[in-house]
């Protein structure tokens, strides 16, 4: 089974940056994408960016494109959001989550929640003003 740990997340000004790190361990290669979730207080749990395990294809909600990334480190089996321009809609506990191989060549990634079978624990980010 595939295992992870998201750190990284803390205290950051408005319009700054931050880089969230999420590493991978156990089945390493079990996995079709990975992704990151926030969910803010009181609502529910929303996509930001995902990669795809083959091909690295990504998909980016609207309001983060241009301003968030999701570069990978393979040799470090980790995926990173890294974060730009934060507004105050950025604070929020920060999940990455993986969906589980479907053992195909498949080579995209899909944002919703629902689709990821593996999570991790989570990291707090705060936007302060």
């Known amino acids: 089974q595939l295992q992870l740990v998201e750190s990284g997340g803390g205290l950051v000004q408005l319009g700054g940056s931050l880089r969230l790190s999420c590493a991978a361990s156990g089945f390493t290669s079990d996995y079709d994408a990975i992704g990151w979730f926030r969910q803010a207080l009181g609502k529910e749990r929303e996509g930001v960016p995902c990669i795809s395990r083959i091909g690295s294809r990504t998909n980016y909600v609207n309001y983060v494109k241009g301003r968030f990334t999701i570069p990978r480190d393979n040799a470090k089996n980790t995926v990173y959001l890294q974060m730009n321009s934060l507004k105050p809609k950025g604070k929020a506990v920060y999940y990455c989550?993986?969906?589980?191989?479907?053992?195909?060549?498949?080579?995209?990634?899909?944002?919703?929640?629902?689709?990821?079978?593996?999570w991790g624990q989570g990291t707090q980010v705060t936007v302060s003003s």
């Open positions: 989550a993986a969906e589980r191989s479907t053992y195909t060549s498949r080579s995209y990634c899909l944002i919703g929640p629902s689709k990821y079978d593996y």
